[in-house]
């Protein structure tokens, strides 16, 4: 079974700094994808960006981009300029191909904002 | 907008009382809806895998004689906590999944106290 680890419980920026939070996994599969989400105390479960397995460029969706390293089976994301709005749980999660498999979730990671 | 819907957002209930929890697909049919459990401060665990027109897929560790999931139509799944008791507050979340690399569709998600 795929397992998803974030080591950062919780982590902390200072506003318009940069911050990087950590995940890997473990699978055998060479197909699948990974995701990262952001729970706000809401807890609605918002997608940030996510990466085919298949692809050698890391994503970037506007401030947020990832460092994916396929062999590591490391997939770290990087906030850049952070904002008070980013305060939030991170989750990292692998879903397996094809398209109609659940997510397997990291632990999370707290993300704090300083102003 | 929402392309999940889940009803209720919160239940406050005595323990004993079966609550029914509503997932629904709009404006597109899924054969297969996740339901994920996540306890506070804690990630989301997948609970079961229900299938339209068979039945659902529990993980292990899950009670599908405590937490009965229906998948009646392409645009609902339903799931019932029984006899419910204080340890079974949690919140609950579910998903249908979307094609190719797009993301899960999440609800919103159910917060159930039991008192």
């Known amino acids: 079974a795929q397992t998803v680890t974030q080591s950062q419980p919780e982590m902390s920026v200072q506003e318009a700094e940069t911050v990087t939070l950590s995940c890997t996994y473990d699978t055998s599969e060479s197909d699948y994808y990974l995701f990262w989400y952001k729970q706000p105390p809401s807890r609605q479960m918002i997608l940030v960006i996510r990466?085919?397995?298949?692809?050698?460029q890391n994503a970037t969706e506007n401030r947020f981009s990832v460092n994916f390293q396929k062999a590591a089976k490391s997939f770290s994301l990087k906030i850049s300029d952070s904002q008070l709005g980013d305060a939030a749980m991170y989750f990292c999660?692998?879903?397996?191909?094809?398209?109609?498999?659940?997510?397997?979730f990291g632990a999370g990671t707290r993300l704090t904002v300083k102003p | 907008g929402a392309v999940v819907s889940q009803h209720p957002s919160r239940v406050i209930c005595k323990s004993g009382t079966s609550v029914k929890i509503e997932c629904r697909s709009l404006d597109f049919q899924a054969t297969t809806m996740f339901w994920y459990r996540q306890f506070p401060k804690q990630s989301l665990m997948l609970m079961a895998t229900s299938n339209e027109g068979s039945k659902a897929t529990y993980e292990q560790g899950v009670e599908k004689d405590k937490f009965l999931i229906n998948h009646a139509s392409l645009t609902l799944s339903t799931l019932t906590v029984t006899s419910a008791h204080p340890e079974d507050s949690s919140f609950y979340i579910c998903?249908?999944?979307?094609?190719?690399?797009?993301?899960?569709?999440f609800g919103d998600g159910t917060r159930l106290s039991i008192l």
């Open positions: 998903s249908a999944p979307s094609v190719g690399n797009q993301p899960q569709h």
């Open positions: 999660a692998y879903r397996s191909f094809p398209y109609n498999n659940d997510m397997r």
């Open positions: 990466q085919e397995a298949y692809k050698q």
